[in-house]
């Protein structure tokens, strides 16, 4: 299994017969290096959004059309992305979808879900969520953008998730101190991958304090399209 991040939020996750592109946001996207957005994109399956803003959604239609792959997220979002000429695959939190053999979960995060990329007044699209994907004997929880919330409680017991990939910038989600609190709290990674951090200067610049926070927990600070092997 492999593991790239775009930058940001975005990853792409190559398990089972899949290739997975989540949240791949590339125009405005500071820490995407230009030019290399069709490596990035190169043989993908699938898109996965965790939630309408910007900084997620805004880049995943065009994407989806060019490349001919289909989009999976909440339901509300994937009828707006449907009406825009996407093929999606909505589902609701609790759902699970098999994708090229990958088991794909939607589960709860807390946070906001508006289409802030398409203009006032704000539309709403569903609500924000988070992933759980199963595969080659792994279980990666993708956090989306959220705080800590007690459904990490049965979320962690339920799917037992060996790989964490948090958000920890700060200002609109966890921080690095929060995210070690509930991953220490809530679950039993083995490996750790921050996200959401380093694209501005509002946001958590290093992970120094989600390693302080994790002893004995592999805590990756991943390079924009560095590879990570499980």
Same mark, same amino acid.
């Given at each position: 299994m492999k593991i790239i991040w775009l930058g940001h939020s975005g990853f792409r996750i190559e398990i089972e017969g899949a290739v997975l592109l989540i949240d791949p946001w590339f125009e405005g996207n500071p820490m995407?290096?230009?030019?290399?957005?069709?490596?990035? @994109? =190169?043989? =993908?399956?699938?898109?996965?959004?965790?939630?309408?803003?910007?900084?997620? =959604?805004?880049?995943?239609?065009?994407? =989806?059309?060019?490349?001919?792959?289909?989009? %999976? #997220?909440?339901?509300?979002? $994937?009828?707006?992305?449907?009406? !825009? /000429?996407? *093929?999606?695959?909505?589902?609701?939190?609790?759902?699970?979808?098999?994708l090229a053999g990958a088991k794909v979960s939607l589960v709860n995060a807390c946070h906001s879900a508006?289409?802030?990329?398409?203009?006032?007044?704000? /539309?709403?699209?569903?609500?924000?969520?988070?992933?759980?994907?199963?595969?080659? /004997?792994? +279980?990666?929880? @993708? $956090?989306? !953008?959220? *705080?800590? +919330? %007690? !459904? +990490? %409680?049965?979320?962690?017991?339920?799917?037992?998730?060996?790989?964490?990939?948090? #958000? %920890?910038?700060?200002?609109?989600t966890m921080d690095m101190k929060m995210a070690a609190w509930a991953a220490k709290k809530y679950f039993d990674f083995k490996t750790v991958i921050p996200c959401h951090y380093k694209t501005f200067p509002i946001l958590a610049q290093s992970a120094e304090d989600l390693k302080a926070g994790l002893p004995g927990v592999n805590v990756v600070e991943p390079e924009v399209m560095g590879v990570i092997e499980v």
């Amino acid at each position: 299994m492999k593991i790239i991040w775009l930058g940001h939020s975005g990853f792409r996750i190559e398990i089972e017969g899949a290739v997975l592109l989540i949240d791949p946001w590339f125009e405005g996207n500071p820490m995407f290096p230009k030019g290399r957005e069709d490596e990035a @994109v =190169a043989g =993908a399956t699938h898109i996965l959004v965790t939630h309408g803003h910007g900084d997620h =959604a805004a880049n995943a239609l065009a994407i =989806a059309k060019k490349r001919g792959i289909p989009i %999976a #997220c909440i339901h509300e979002l $994937s009828e707006i992305f449907s009406a !825009d /000429g996407a *093929t999606t695959i909505g589902f609701g939190k609790g759902g699970t979808i098999d994708l090229a053999g990958a088991k794909v979960s939607l589960v709860n995060a807390c946070h906001s879900a508006s289409l802030d990329y398409r203009g006032f007044p704000l /539309g709403v699209a569903g609500s924000e969520a988070g992933f759980m994907i199963g595969g080659e /004997g792994h +279980m990666i929880y @993708v $956090s989306g !953008d959220t *705080t800590i +919330m %007690a !459904d +990490m %409680a049965w979320m962690g017991e339920y799917y037992r998730p060996d790989i964490g990939i948090l #958000c %920890a910038g700060g200002q609109y989600t966890m921080d690095m101190k929060m995210a070690a609190w509930a991953a220490k709290k809530y679950f039993d990674f083995k490996t750790v991958i921050p996200c959401h951090y380093k694209t501005f200067p509002i946001l958590a610049q290093s992970a120094e304090d989600l390693k302080a926070g994790l002893p004995g927990v592999n805590v990756v600070e991943p390079e924009v399209m560095g590879v990570i092997e499980v």
